[in-house]
């Protein structure tokens, strides 16, 4: 977290405030509403933001957002799912999250995090996927850990907001992703660069609602 947060402060990750030697804990900035935490998880469970679309895709853009500066430090996240994000209210505009660096490695260390699964049977290799849908289901085959495999959780986000939310526009944009030449290996500039057209494409047509 020092890495993310020593440049400059990021509106979609959490900030590094210190570290508590004594207690062994990490210090970072909180985010959440009214000192309570919403993950995208709980959000979509709770059906909020059940009559507006451009919320969602707004925090699909900023995980995105999120995931590129992470890599732009050559830095993979490894464990990026709906309970990875929180929704935080700031001057009454809601922001995408992305937290929990805990399986989060460098690039260059990436290497020793896919040794685990080298010898994984077929069917250890089917239940991990079943167990950790948003993980690429090719780690557990012996894939190295890399961008495109954090590429592919954001994919399974996008997914699973069209299966929860079920937003005709958000659909679209799932629909568009995986047309040729915007496969599972789109990075997330690409990615989130789909989420903003569809965006400005609601916004001027009025279908979305807010």
């Known amino acids: 977290m020092a890495t993310l947060s020593k440049d400059r402060y990021h509106d979609h990750i959490p900030t590094f405030l210190g570290y508590n030697y004594r207690e062994k804990v990490i210090l970072m900035s909180f985010h959440g509403h009214n000192k309570c935490s919403i993950t995208l998880y709980q959000a979509l469970h709770e059906k909020m933001f059940v009559n507006t679309s451009s919320n969602w895709l707004l925090f699909l853009i900023h995980i995105c957002c999120a ?19 929180v929704l935080d209210l700031r001057n009454n505009r809601w922001y995408a999250v992305v937290i929990d660096f805990s399986k989060a490695s460098f690039r260059h260390h990436a290497l020793t995090h896919s040794s685990q699964f080298k010898n994984f049977k077929f ?33 399974y986000l996008i997914q699973l907001v069209c299966k929860y939310t079920k937003h005709t526009l958000l659909q679209s944009v799932n629909a568009r992703l995986l047309e040729r030449g915007h496969s599972k290996r789109a990075d997330c500039r690409e990615i989130g660069d789909v989420l903003n057209i569809f965006l400005k494409w609601g916004l001027k047509h009025n279908k979305l609602s807010d």
Do not use: M, W
């Open 67 to 85: 995931l590129q500066f992470i890599h732009c430090k050559h830095i993979l996240h490894n464990d990026l799912h709906a309970q990875n994000v």
């Open 123 to 155: 069917s250890e290799q089917e239940h991990y996927r079943k167990k950790y849908p948003f993980i690429d289901p090719d780690i557990p085959k012996g894939l190295i850990q890399c961008e495109d495999t954090d590429n592919f959780s954001i994919k």
